[in-house]
């Protein structure tokens, strides 16, 4: 089965441009979570969806960040426009409630994005 | 005060050697469950084990195994006989079930990079 698929892997860009990060899950998870990470403040939840519908959006750091799920296999997050702090690993990771509560999220390669 | 705390920023094994990367958790939820997540330099978090905080047993997945001990609050990675494949980052992770909207929410220490030695 394949994983999390997230494109692209690598993004450079310049400040002020948009960014668009894309998120394929696990077919059959209905739960989708974007995160961030960085060196200063590790990994953390940006937003969750759950069957398409955004549940937990407190931790998008502010306006510039939107987060979409239009349907069950896509998300984006989109930056705009970006900033040079803003650089940091982005991961989406999907995951499905089944009869266990162990509700393991399973983590895509990851986006490395760099905003000049 | 932090959740999720992993005390040793890195570590050293010798191939074949056991090793025990270190957890302690903070919460007062009595329903949570506890994760360890391996990234090498390649970048992805590829999920090892996990603890549930009502589960009798210590969790063990092949070479992983996982010291729960409850009352001290501490879930510590076992990872018994090292493979170079091994060295990476190495995180712990808290779900607590209690917490609402918030509970799939993972939070997760700063993790232990894990260096093996030929």
């Known amino acids: 089965d394949a994983g999390v698929i997230q494109s692209p892997r690598h993004e450079v860009t310049e400040m002020g441009q948009e960014v668009t990060l894309r998120c394929k899950p696990i077919s059959g998870h209905d739960y989708l979570f974007w995160y961030r990470q960085t060196m200063m403040r590790g990994l953390e939840l940006l937003i969750y969806?759950?069957?398409?519908?955004?549940?937990?959006d407190s931790g998008m750091p502010e306006d510039r960040f939107s987060a979409k799920m239009p349907n069950a296999s896509f998300s984006t997050l989109k930056i705009q426009p970006s900033e040079p702090r803003d650089s940091a690993v982005y991961f989406c990771?999907?995951?499905?409630?089944?009869?266990?509560?162990?509700?393991?999220?399973?983590f895509g390669a990851g986006t490395r994005l760099s905003v000049l | 005060a932090q959740k999720i705390t992993q005390t040793q920023p890195g570590m050293f094994v010798q191939e074949k050697e056991a090793v025990t990367l270190d957890c302690t958790y903070d919460?007062?939820?009595?329903?949570?469950?506890l994760f360890w997540y391996k990234q090498p330099s390649s970048g992805e978090m590829i999920f090892l084990i996990y603890?549930?905080?009502?589960?009798?047993q210590n969790a063990t997945e092949g070479r992983y195994s996982l010291n729960f001990q409850k009352a001290r609050k501490s879930a510590n990675l076992v990872i018994s006989a090292s493979q170079l494949g091994d060295s990476a980052m190495y995180f712990c992770?808290?779900?607590?079930?209690?917490?609402?909207?918030?509970?799939?929410?993972?939070?997760f220490g700063k993790g232990t990079k894990l260096s093996v030695i030929p």
């Open positions: 919460t007062s939820d009595p329903s949570y469950g």
């Open positions: 603890q549930g905080s009502y589960d009798q």
């Open positions: 992770a808290m779900r607590e079930y209690s917490s609402g909207a918030g509970s799939y929410q993972l939070t």
């Open positions: 969806f759950n069957n398409n519908v955004p549940i937990d």
């Open positions: 990771a999907s995951g499905r409630i089944g009869t266990s509560q162990k509700h393991i999220q399973y």
